[in-house]
């Protein structure tokens, strides 16, 4: 578990960039849901998968390709979109890009 400060940070600044690879950090995770940062390098890709919960993606740097029941969606820093539970999705890099995930689960 990561335990923020509060002191003033910077999405940008908690997950870094590797080459050829997605990074993720775990900032928050219990039972009601999780909160996730991911920063993926261009090209890169989570191949389509379900859910078994809602999720929100925020991108807040770069640019990516996010498909949610067969629809593409481009996106871009400050875009955000809702992936619903049960209904694939893909999530793609088109430039190095980062994003928050919020998964909320049913308690």
Partial sequence: ???LS???SKLTNLVD???GSIV???LINRKSGSITLFAFDKGQKLSEHTAPYDALVYVFDGK???TIGGTVYH???GD???MPANVPHAVKALTKFKMLLVMIKEC
């Fill in 6 to 8: 509060y002191e003033r």
């Fill in 24 to 26: 993720s950090k775990t």
């Fill in 75 to 77: 996106l871009e820093r």
């Fill in 1 to 3: 578990m990561i335990y």
């Fill in 64 to 66: 990516c390709e996010i």
């Fill in 17 to 19: 960039y590797q080459d």
């Fill in 80 to 82: 955000l979109i809702i």
